[in-house]
């Protein structure tokens, strides 16, 4: 027996495939129509290290062999989660992050400039990269200001682990609107949505 191909099984993917993806899909449509609004999901399966369940949950549901994928460099040395990925989602990798339609980033230290994605264009802004970033944790009602479509007032987030480069890479993206990128953040039970239409202060 190749002891090497059992490291590299993927796990089991959704109880109820059509289901569980339906409601993971609600709750990224929930969070994208909210932004900053934290979305608790339970009852996944569980990820292949170092994806979280929410992330490797979303990528079954929205990724697909139409769906180019790019993974930064601790998700691609995991033979057991790219095994998975390929297995669950039928998905193409690509090593090219502006020939990605869905990218992951493994933590939030470790997302760089939002720009190195590929950000639309005027006539196609749909064609851009969304971006899922792992992070530790958020911080409800205190943090950054954000305001923008779907958010009555000014909503308050902190998120874990994210650093002043983080923020401000945000602030240029929405710059660029209606091109640019949406991101998708989660933790092993969460997601929070900040679109390109998103505004941050502070």
Known sequence: MDVHAVDIQPLPGFASPVHDSHSMFRAVLQAMSHPGEVISVDGLPDAPAPLNKVTAAICLSLVDFETPLWTDGEIAASGQAVSHLRFHCGCP????????RTALVSS???MGELSRFNVGTEERPDQSTTVVIQV???GIGKGRRLSGPGIKTINRLD???ADDAFWSSLRANALLFPCGIDVILTTENAVVCLPRTVQVEG
């Open 136 to 138: 530790n944790g958020f």
């Open 159 to 161: 998120v874990l682990g």
């Open 93 to 100: 990798i690509t090593p090219d992050p502006k020939a990605a």
């Open 108 to 110: 939030v230290t470790q």
